[in-house]
Nanobody
Framework: QVQLVESGGGLVQPGGSLKLSCAAS????????MGWYRQAPGKQRELVAT???????NYADSVKGRFRISRDNNNNTVYLEMNSLKPEDTAVYYC?????????WGQGTQVTVSL
């Protein structure tokens, strides 16, 4: 079955960095557009960053210049490097894989930015 497993979340101080990973199995990873989304308490899930099959990237305005999405097709993994973290980045971060009508989600990993 399809699995997207996130890791790398945790507690970090403002201004700090984290790198999230999402390992995919059960899909042909290289033909899926991949993305990271987040959901803060009481808010809707929102797009953070996406990377297409061809490597084109897209970022939410709130994270441009601070976050970087990348993918490793040899290891079926998508990454999200997060720098200069702010308290408002606190959320559960979800990995997503899309191809046509197929849409898969991971279980999420908590990122908390606090003193």
């Amino acid at each position: 079955q399809v699995q997207l497993v996130e890791s790398g979340g945790g507690l970090v101080q403002p201004g700090g960095s984290l790198k999230l990973s999402c390992a995919a199995s059960g899909i042909i990873f290289s033909i899926y557009d991949m993305g990271w989304y987040r959901q803060a308490p009481g808010k809707q899930r929102e797009l953070v960053a996406t990377i297409t099959v061809g490597g084109n990237t897209n970022y939410a305005d709130s994270v441009k210049g601070r976050f970087r999405i990348s993918r490793d097709n040899n290891n079926n993994t998508v990454y999200l490097e997060m720098n200069s973290l702010k308290p408002e980045d606190t959320a559960v971060y979800y990995c997503n894989g899309q191809r046509s009508i197929l849409n898969y989600w991971g279980q999420g990993t908590q990122v908390t930015v606090s003193l």
